[in-house]
């Protein structure tokens, strides 16, 4: 474990920069998809995360985990995407307690309008800011702060799209 060459004085004043950082990124990415797409930055997650998922769908007690919601809260957002169409619910047949969020055609036709919106962002706000080495680095500090470290390597920047 490492120890903190921050004085004491400092250590707020990092953890305050860091928490300000992620909820001023995630306005202006919540921003930038409403005014292009009509669509919140958590309704952008959820359908983000069944998109990538094998069949577009994922259990809803891992999609919850993988958006960072309690069940309740997500239950509420998948509820909203349902009546907009964006997803469908399925039942679970090995557990009849289980219900699965699916990414309708719809949702996917969503999703696809969305992502470079979502991706020019995350770009302008984040990975042009910083050099590659910083990205790498973020990315390292990050990783270790998730615990996500041993688990996968870190990315380097992908080439620029058109």
Do not use: F, K
Not at 54 to 70: C, K, Q
């Amino acid at each position: 474990m490492r120890t903190s060459t921050l004085s004491a004085p400092a250590e707020p004043a990092v953890w305050r920069t860091l928490l300000r950082a992620q909820v001023t990124i995630s306005r202006r990415l919540q921003a930038d998809l409403l005014a292009a797409h009509d669509l919140a930055l958590g309704s952008y997650e959820v359908l983000m995360h069944l998109g990538e998922a094998p069949g577009g769908r994922l259990r809803m007690n891992d999609l919850a985990d993988r958006v960072l919601l309690s069940r309740s809260g997500l239950t509420r957002l998948v509820d909203r995407l349902q009546a907009e169409g964006l997803v469908a619910r399925q039942s679970c047949d090995s557990d009849a307690r289980g219900l699965y969020a699916v990414l309708t055609p719809a949702g996917r036709m969503r999703l696809a309008e969305a992502t470079p919106t979502y991706r020019r962002a995350v770009r302008r706000y984040v990975l042009d800011r910083l050099d590659p080495e910083e990205q790498r680095a973020l990315g390292e500090i990050l990783a270790r702060l998730t615990g996500e470290r041993e688990e996968r390597p870190v990315p380097v920047q992908a080439p620029r799209e058109a």
